[in-house]
């Protein structure tokens, strides 16, 4: 078993004063910003990979649980990504019944939901929520009925800035598998919503979209374009033509 404790101190004794200096800046842990307080090591995400590369499917989820409320940004990083891990070897192969492992998948899904408000900056969500949530959505449970997709409604109305993020950005996975009608909805549920950091998840989604199925972009943007947030309409847009992208914008 590898403990919370070891891991930590590997990720001290790998410290960077200068990156840990950028990333203070780049997540916006200034008073006021929405990474108010958070403390960086000054770790690479490609470090934390390879710590997690070694430790993974040997960390149990009380020392996960350590990891994912310590202070260090990197820390929870490693917490988090572990927990994909967990839901990679989970998750069933071409020829397994989708079934095989389902109640470990809930288990997973379950802990991560509880730990959400921990995933509490955007590349701690993007980097984690499409491979668990994400994935324990796409694959039936033991009884052989799927998962509700409640959970995301739920989590894209809560007050939490983190827990919207991760209700939008989930579904990256069902775009990829061609289910579409989740990421409209919710994109409907938040395009309101005050924070640069949704409304560039919002047209992130939506791009994701538009890259399997235009039409179903276009149709979604000639209903919504007016009262979306720029920033969000600039997103999804971004792989349409120069003249289309235009066209949009001046809409």
């Not at 989820?61 to 940004?73: R, V």
Request: proline content about 4%; glycine content about 4%; some cysteine.
């Amino acid at each position: 078993m590898t403990t919370a404790t070891e891991l930590i101190s590997l990720m001290q004794s790998m410290q960077d004063e200068e990156q840990r200096r950028i990333l203070t800046r780049f997540f916006k842990t200034g008073k006021g910003q929405y990474g108010e307080g958070d403390a960086f090591f000054g770790l690479r995400v490609p470090q934390t990979r390879g710590l997690v590369k070694q430790a993974r499917l040997d960390v149990p989820f009380d020392e996960i649980s350590q990891l994912l409320h310590s202070p260090w940004h990197e820390a929870r990083l490693c917490g988090l990504l572990l927990l994909v891990e967990e839901m990679k070897a989970a998750t069933p192969r071409r020829h397994d019944h989708p079934t095989l492992h389902a109640d470990r998948r809930t288990a997973i899904t379950d802990f991560y939901l509880s730990h959400a408000t921990r995933a509490n900056n955007w590349d701690l969500v993007d980097l984690s929520c499409p491979y668990i949530l994400g994935t324990w959505l796409l694959y039936p449970l033991a009884d052989g009925t799927m998962p509700s997709r409640d959970i995301l409604d739920r989590l894209a109305a809560s007050s939490n800035l983190w827990e919207q993020r991760i209700a939008i950005v989930s579904t990256i996975s069902l775009i990829r598998a061609g289910q579409f009608d989740d990421t409209l909805r919710l994109a409907d549920s938040l395009l309101t919503h005050p924070h640069d950091l949704i409304h560039k998840a919002i047209g992130w989604m939506l791009r994701e979209v538009g890259k399997r199925d235009i039409a179903t972009l276009r149709t979604y943007l000639t209903l919504r374009h007016r009262e979306m947030p720029r920033t969000a309409l600039r997103y999804a847009i971004e792989k349409m033509s120069a003249p289309e992208r235009a066209s949009w914008m001046q809409k």
